[in-house]
């Protein structure tokens, strides 16, 4: 089963075409890396994706829902974390989860208990009144992680999730994608770190609006006759 569908997609501001004519699918539970350099127009496809931009044209599903006419339904049902912390600083770790419970409409007994339970495998019960500006980067990526499945979607999209913190905690942080995915949720991940995509069950790379490459990283690394995933991509992005 599919959670994303994408067929011929193509995204044009005028006479520049940012995204150019892309098919790809997602398998229900998978960790699908999207990968490209900056303008290669990942974002744009995301956004997309996440019903924030129409397509010029070109068709996709995302968790069974069509992008052109049930756009409102797929934001009920994925999840979204940037790259840049999203949770609001002068509140705390339990105000903004409350916060953005809320506007996903999660009832108020079932939210409290959703947010202590997110919390609690965070081992971060002891700072649920504390301010998010107090608590590390890594904890705070976290949190946003931990913030965006509060609803239980089928789909959370990451664009790039561990920018900035430690290697230790992107370790941490894709033992919970990994737990997240065994759970049947699909994680869609963009990252510049090329020793995360090795961890993607299947990747894409993305250059000038084209979806160039897609596989899983030793089909691809085999394709393409080189030993990691950055050599890949030095070769994508420099032809």
Known sequence: MYSIVVENLIKKYNHFVAVDNISFKVKRGEIFGFLGANGAGKTTTIKMLCGL????SGNATVAG?????????????????SQRFSLYEDLTLYENMQLFGTV?????????E???????SLQMTEKANSLVYSI?????????????????????????PTSGVDPIVRR???????????KG????????????????EKISMMSDGQ???????????????????????????NR
């Open 53 to 56: 931009l129409q397509p010029t």
């Open 136 to 160: 590390p980067l890594g904890w705070k990526q976290k949190l946003a992680f931990a913030t965006a499945m509060l609803h239980h979607p089928q789909i959370v999209f990451l664009d790039e």
């Open 114 to 120: 959703r947010i202590y339970e997110s919390l609690d």
């Open 65 to 81: 829902y069509d992008l052109k006419k049930d756009y409102k339904s797929i934001k009920k049902n994925i999840g979204y974390m």
């Open 185 to 200: 949720v699909t994680i869609f991940v963009t990252t510049h770190y090329m020793d995360e995509a090795e961890y993607c």
């Open 104 to 112: 996903y409409g999660i009832p108020r007994k079932i939210l409290k």
């Open 211 to 237: 979806l160039k490459l897609i596989g899983t990283p030793s089909e691809l690394k085999s394709k393409m006759n080189v030993d990691s995933i950055a050599e890949l991509f030095q070769k994508i992005v």
């Open 172 to 182: 941490e942080f894709w033992n919970m994608l990994y737990e997240t995915a065994n």
